[in-house]
């Protein structure tokens, strides 16, 4: 009998550090690991190291010919000349630098001029934002600042670092499109902007190719270049033409694969590459799964009963509508928002149409982003839900209703870890494709016959408007 190759794919997100060893020829996942990170906005970066090694202990790699991480967008990671953590890293959900986005944005002549350049428009998540805000908040971090790296770039060069296979900083063009300092439409660094940012020039690693190796451990272990979180999810699923990936989790995020640069001017799509040497093309919201249990804790209830108490209220919860910025907002661009609850009257305060407020306020939030990518030329035949939330039986009845396309919920599983998996699996073979997993998909949730979908949407909008606009 011929042994199995095995590879191991990193997710390490923002709550936790997963990580998954699958058979390289099938995505067969054989083992399973995992560690929390700390909660915040702020993080070391060593407890994302700590948390691998915890998630690895107990032989989990033993076997493994290959691996690679898959981390959180966007965090700024400083380091000195001898790379040394200068401070804490910034994580996405961190909107203190949303003035430093706005200003950046007007400085360099507005919303297209940023598209034009890097396919992006800044918003508080990005690194190009949070440089701004340290070079005006933290002169003295900045000048002992020599680089900026990403949070997989970090990891990724920490495990070369164990076993003496460091030979310099590296990313993928899928987390450095993520930046603002890099574009997916020449597939260069624009260093103008990390001078225009934080004032200064700094290092950035090097941009590996999707399927080329950030180098070898003494032990002779391969890690590949790894990615963004949201890359690896879609390299996890193996998406098809049509499919529209709606993931709920800490965030919630819409993305597709694509062949070419979006150039949306409103911002509300990121014009972000793929890992595979293509486009993903995405919206971010910085509120999803939190809004069920923040929804939950309203009522006195555990998630469970939350859930059946949704089911039981009829579509449109009575009236009641929720805007969802519980924790401001990335899309729109609301870094300042609350949530609001609007239509509360005496007949329809109870907890079901509470309940079912919160799930269609979240779902009619990210339904945004698939408008969005429909306007971009983008086709969405079927949506596939993925992320924690995703598990929810009133999300997915609610989901196909919002949406107006069909549902699908991928058997659960740890598709970011599993994506990071397959590009190492990718790296290891040398071939030009990576390989041809394939992803267990459940039953499909149809879209319901009448225009319930129409009228949730239209009155979620009317109470944006009539808020913020």
Not at 194 to 206: E, H, N, Q
Request: net charge negative; aromatic share 4%; charged share 20%.
């Amino acid at each position: 009998m011929v042994q199995r190759q095995l590879v191991a794919g990193v997710d390490s997100s923002t709550q936790s550090c997963k990580v998954v060893v699958c058979d390289a020829r099938t995505g067969e996942i054989v083992r399973v690991g995992r560690a929390a990170h700390p909660d915040g906005t702020e993080v070391s970066a060593r407890h994302w190291w700590d948390a691998f090694a915890e998630a690895t202990a107990g032989r989990l790699l033993d076997g493994v010919s290959a691996i690679a991480v898959a981390g959180q967008q966007h965090g700024m990671v400083t380091l000195d000349e001898n790379d040394g953590l200068v401070r804490d890293a910034l994580l996405w959900n961190d909107v203190r630098s949303a003035s430093d986005a706005a200003d950046l944005v007007q400085e360099l002549g507005g919303d297209q001029a940023w598209v034009d350049a890097v396919d992006v428009v800044p918003v508080a998540s990005f690194t190009v934002s949070k440089l701004r805000w340290l070079a005006r908040h933290e002169p003295e971090n900045l000048a002992r600042t020599a680089r900026v790296v990403l949070p997989h770039d970090w990891l990724t060069g920490r495990i070369l670092r164990t076993g003496d296979g460091f030979t310099g900083w590296t990313t993928d063009r899928g987390d450095a499109s993520g930046t603002g300092y890099w574009s997916a439409v020449t597939g260069d660094y624009v260093p103008d902007l990390v001078r225009r940012a934080a004032g200064t020039d700094l290092a950035v690693p090097r941009v590996l190719a999707p399927a080329e190796a950030a180098g070898r451990t003494s032990d002779g272990l391969l890690v590949a270049a790894g990615t963004g979180d949201n890359m690896g999810a879609a390299l996890g699923l193996c998406l098809q033409p049509g499919d529209v990936v709606v993931s709920l989790g800490t965030s919630g995020t819409v993305f597709a694969e694509h062949d070419s640069p979006v150039g949306d001017r409103s911002g509300e799509i990121a014009g972000f590459a793929s890992a595979t040497g293509g486009h993903l093309p995405l919206m971010c919201t910085l509120n999803a799964a939190r809004v069920l249990s923040a929804g939950a804790a309203m009522i006195g209830c555990d998630l469970a009963q939350f859930d059946q108490l949704a089911l039981e209220a009829e579509v449109g919860a009575g009236g009641l509508s929720l805007l969802p910025y519980l924790d401001g907002e990335r899309t729109p661009n609301l870094p300042d928002s609350t949530g609001t609850l609007g239509g509360l009257t005496r007949l329809n305060a109870t907890p079901q149409n509470l309940a079912r407020a919160h799930v269609e306020g979240m779902l009619c939030n990210l339904a945004a982003g698939v408008d969005s990518l429909r306007r971009q030329g983008i086709r969405a035949d079927r949506v596939l839900l993925i992320g924690g939330a995703a598990a929810s039986r009133a999300v997915q009845e609610v989901a196909p209703v919002v949406f107006g396309v069909p549902v699908v919920v991928p058997v659960p599983g740890e598709y970011v870890a599993r994506g990071a998996a397959r590009q190492a699996a990718w790296a290891l073979s040398g071939r030009e494709e990576p390989p041809p997993w394939t992803t267990t998909l459940g039953a499909a949730h149809d879209v319901p016959a009448g225009n319930a979908g129409q009228e949730l949407r239209h009155r979620y909008s009317t109470l944006l408007d009539r808020l913020y606009h």
